[in-house]
């Protein structure tokens, strides 16, 4: 059974800092990816970083140089530490995995951790 399952968020605020964490079990993504997207009430969910299994990473424009994507390979675990963060950073959390490339195509989805960030 694929279980994807977040953990790291929280309340903070603005310019603070939280860390992320998903942990995925079930599968193995050799060959694909592990990402974050996120939805805020109102919103179409959006990505905010992807990394593959070749270490290639994307991020949104709107995170970059404030958020960062990393992976403990061996416990096949996936972080996003965000810095700076601001109140249109609030919104649901969600981490994916898939075996496609850039996480296209179908995902694998975690349940989602809920981060605020006040002014």
């Known amino acids: 059974q694929v279980r994807v399952v977040e953990s790291g968020g929280g309340s903070v605020q603005a310019g603070g800092s939280l860390r992320l964490s998903c942990a995925a079990s079930?599968?193995?993504?050799?060959?694909?990816?592990m990402g974050w997207f996120r939805q805020a009430p109102g919103k179409e969910r959006e990505v905010v970083a992807i990394m593959n299994s070749d270490g290639s990473k994307s991020y949104a424009d709107s995170v970059k140089g404030r958020f960062f994507i990393s992976k403990d390979a061996a416990k096949n675990i996936l972080y996003l530490q965000m810095n700076s963060l601001k109140p249109v950073d609030s919104a649901m959390y969600y981490c994916?995995?898939?075996?496609?490339?850039?996480?296209?195509?179908?995902?694998?989805w975690g349940q989602g951790t809920q981060v605020t960030v006040s002014a």
């Open positions: 079930g599968v193995t993504y050799s060959g694909g990816c």
């Open positions: 994916v995995a898939a075996r496609s490339l850039w996480c296209a195509g179908s995902k694998d």
